[in-house]
C-alpha cells in the first residue's frame, strides 16, 4: 500500500489544480470549434493540443519549461525563425494582382490597420499595458496570426498565449464579426455598386512587385524586413515561373510542418499560471476591439474616397483590408451577394485590400519594433 500511496502522490494527477481543469477546457474548446465548427482548424488544433500538454502536472511539456515544447519555442518563436518561414509560404500562396490591377485598394488595406493603433493606444492609456505589451496586443487588428506571434515573441512574451489566441480566435470569427458592422456603416445603394473589371497585369509586373516591394519597404522600415522580405520572396517564387519545385515546398509541405510546429509551441505558452490572469480577459476584449476598428477603417475610407471619384467603389471591399486572407474578401463577397440577392459579386474586387492589409500589418509590427526597440 505504501508503494501505491507513493506512485499516486508522485503522478501528476496529485498535481492537478482547478487552473489546470480551466485550461483543459479552454484547450477542449479550441479542438472543438476546429473540429466541429471548422474555425482555422490547422492552427487551432495544434494550439488547442498544445494547451493540454502544457496543462499536465510534472509532463514539462509547456513552452516555458525545459522539456521537448520548450525546444521547439526556444529555436523557433524567441529566435523569430518560424514566424518568416510561415510568410514565406504566405507570399507563395498569394496573388497580389488584384491589388497590381487596382493600386487604389493599396489605400483600403492601409486604412485596415486602424484597430492596430486604437487598440495599443487603448491599452497604454486606459488599460494600464506598458507600451510594449501595448504594442504587442495592438497587432491583434492585424488579423494576422504570425505577425501577432513575431512581434509578442519580442516586445511581451509572457503574455504571447493569449495574443496568439485572441488572433486567431477572432480571424476564425471573421464571419461573424464583419457583416454586422458593414451593415451598419453601409446604406443598401452603397453595398449594390458595381466594380468594373481591374486592368489586367502583365507578368512583367507581377515579379517586379515582390522585388520593388521588399526593397522599398524593408528600406523604409528595416524592422519589418523578416516578414516582408519572407513574404515577397515567397511571391517572386510563385510568379517567377522557373522554379516550381520550391513553390511547391514553400507552399505546401513547409508551410504544413511548419505550422505544426508554431501552433503546438503557442499553446504549450498557455499554461494556468500564465494564462488564467486579468490582462488574459483585457487582451481579448482589446481584440475584439482592434478587429472591429480595423474593419471600420477600411470601410470608412473607402465612403472618403468615393466623394471624389467619378468610378465609386463598393465601400464594402474596405472591410476586406484586415489580413486573414481569402477569408476576409470571402465574407464581402457573400456579405454583399445575399444583401444584392446576387447582383453584385466583389470577390476580385475585395481581394487587392486583403492581400494590402498583410502588407499593412507587417509594417505596422515593424513600426512598433523600431519604436520600442
Given at each position: 500500500?505504501?508503494?501505491?500511496?507513493?506512485?499516486?502522490?508522485?503522478?501528476?494527477?496529485?498535481?492537478?489544480?482547478?487552473?489546470?481543469?480551466?485550461?483543459?477546457?479552454?484547450?477542449?474548446?479550441?479542438i472543438?470549434?476546429?473540429?466541429?465548427?471548422?474555425y482555422?482548424?490547422?492552427?487551432?488544433?495544434?494550439?488547442?493540443f498544445?494547451?493540454?500538454l502544457?496543462?499536465?502536472?510534472?509532463?514539462?511539456?509547456?513552452?516555458?519549461?525545459?522539456?521537448?515544447?520548450?525546444?521547439?519555442?526556444n529555436?523557433?518563436?524567441?529566435?523569430?525563425?518560424?514566424?518568416?518561414?510561415?510568410?514565406?509560404?504566405?507570399?507563395?500562396?498569394?496573388?497580389?494582382r488584384?491589388?497590381?490591377?487596382?493600386?487604389?485598394?493599396?489605400?483600403?488595406g492601409?486604412?485596415?490597420?486602424?484597430?492596430?493603433?486604437?487598440?495599443?493606444?487603448g491599452?497604454?492609456?486606459?488599460?494600464?499595458?506598458?507600451?510594449?505589451?501595448?504594442?504587442?496586443?495592438?497587432?491583434?487588428?492585424?488579423?494576422d496570426g504570425?505577425?501577432?506571434?513575431?512581434?509578442a515573441?519580442?516586445?511581451?512574451?509572457?503574455?504571447?498565449?493569449?495574443?496568439?489566441?485572441?488572433?486567431?480566435?477572432?480571424?476564425?470569427?471573421?464571419?461573424?464579426?464583419?457583416?454586422p458592422?458593414?451593415?451598419?456603416?453601409?446604406?443598401k445603394?452603397?453595398?449594390?455598386?458595381?466594380?468594373?473589371?481591374?486592368?489586367?497585369?502583365?507578368?512583367?509586373?507581377?515579379?517586379?512587385?515582390?522585388?520593388?516591394?521588399?526593397i522599398?519597404?524593408?528600406?523604409?522600415?528595416?524592422?519589418?524586413?523578416?516578414?516582408?522580405?519572407?513574404?515577397?520572396?515567397?511571391?517572386?517564387?510563385?510568379?517567377?515561373?522557373?522554379t516550381?519545385?520550391?513553390?511547391?515546398?514553400?507552399?505546401?509541405?513547409?508551410?504544413?510542418?511548419?505550422?505544426?510546429f508554431?501552433?503546438?509551441?503557442?499553446g504549450?505558452?498557455?499554461?494556468?499560471a500564465?494564462f488564467?490572469?486579468?490582462?488574459?480577459?483585457m487582451?481579448?476584449?482589446?481584440?475584439?476591439?482592434a478587429?472591429s476598428?480595423?474593419?471600420?477603417?477600411g470601410?470608412?475610407?473607402?465612403?472618403?474616397?468615393?466623394?471624389?471619384?467619378?468610378?465609386?467603389?463598393?465601400?464594402?471591399?474596405?472591410?476586406?483590408?484586415?489580413?486573414?486572407v481569402?477569408?476576409s474578401?470571402?465574407?464581402?463577397?457573400?456579405?454583399?451577394?445575399?444583401e444584392t440577392?446576387?447582383?453584385?459579386?466583389?470577390?476580385?474586387?475585395?481581394?487587392?485590400?486583403?492581400?494590402a492589409?498583410?502588407?499593412?500589418?507587417?509594417?505596422?509590427?515593424?513600426?512598433?519594433?523600431?519604436?520600442?526597440t
Amino acid at each position: 500500500m505504501e508503494t501505491l500511496s507513493e506512485l499516486i502522490t508522485s503522478s501528476g494527477f496529485a498535481g492537478l489544480s482547478w487552473g489546470n481543469a480551466v485550461m483543459f477546457l479552454v484547450g477542449g474548446t479550441l479542438i472543438f470549434l476546429a473540429i466541429v465548427k471548422k474555425y482555422e482548424p490547422l492552427l487551432l488544433i495544434p494550439i488547442g493540443f498544445g494547451t493540454l500538454l502544457a496543462n499536465l502536472p510534472l509532463a514539462d511539456m509547456g513552452s516555458y519549461g525545459e522539456g521537448i515544447i520548450a525546444l521547439i519555442y526556444n529555436s523557433g518563436i524567441k529566435t523569430e525563425l518560424l514566424p518568416p518561414i510561415i510568410f514565406l509560404g504566405v507570399g507563395v500562396l498569394t496573388d497580389f494582382r488584384p491589388l497590381l490591377g487596382r493600386p487604389l485598394t493599396f489605400l483600403l488595406g492601409a486604412a485596415a490597420q486602424l484597430g492596430i493603433f486604437v487598440a495599443a493606444l487603448g491599452a497604454a492609456y486606459l488599460m494600464g499595458f506598458t507600451p510594449r505589451e501595448a504594442a504587442s496586443i495592438g497587432i491583434i487588428g492585424g488579423a494576422d496570426g504570425p505577425t501577432s506571434i513575431f512581434l509578442a515573441s519580442k516586445l511581451a512574451p509572457h503574455l504571447l498565449g493569449p495574443i496568439a489566441v485572441a488572433a486567431y480566435s477572432y480571424m476564425s470569427l471573421v464571419p461573424i464579426i464583419q457583416p454586422p458592422i458593414m451593415r451598419m456603416l453601409t446604406t443598401k445603394k452603397e453595398r449594390a455598386i458595381d466594380m468594373p473589371q481591374a486592368r489586367p497585369v502583365s507578368k512583367t509586373t507581377a515579379i517586379m512587385f515582390p522585388i520593388v516591394t521588399g526593397i522599398v519597404a524593408s528600406l523604409g522600415v528595416p524592422s519589418s524586413a523578416p516578414l516582408i522580405g519572407m513574404l515577397m520572396f515567397g511571391n517572386l517564387l510563385r510568379e517567377c515561373g522557373v522554379t516550381e519545385r520550391l513553390r511547391k515546398t514553400a507552399g505546401g509541405s513547409m508551410i504544413d510542418i511548419v505550422t505544426i510546429f508554431l501552433g503546438i509551441a503557442v499553446g504549450a505558452t498557455m499554461d494556468a499560471a500564465h494564462f488564467l490572469t486579468v490582462k488574459t480577459l483585457m487582451i481579448l476584449v482589446l481584440g475584439a476591439v482592434a478587429f472591429s476598428f480595423s474593419t471600420a477603417g477600411g470601410l470608412l475610407l473607402a465612403k472618403v474616397l468615393n466623394l471624389f471619384l467619378k468610378q465609386k467603389i463598393n465601400p464594402c471591399i474596405g472591410a476586406a483590408g484586415v489580413s486573414a486572407v481569402p477569408m476576409s474578401a470571402r465574407v464581402v463577397q457573400q456579405f454583399v451577394h445575399d444583401e444584392t440577392d446576387g447582383q453584385v459579386n466583389p470577390l476580385m474586387s475585395a481581394m487587392g485590400p486583403n492581400v494590402a492589409g498583410v502588407i499593412g500589418s507587417a509594417v505596422a509590427a515593424g513600426v512598433f519594433l523600431t519604436l520600442l526597440t
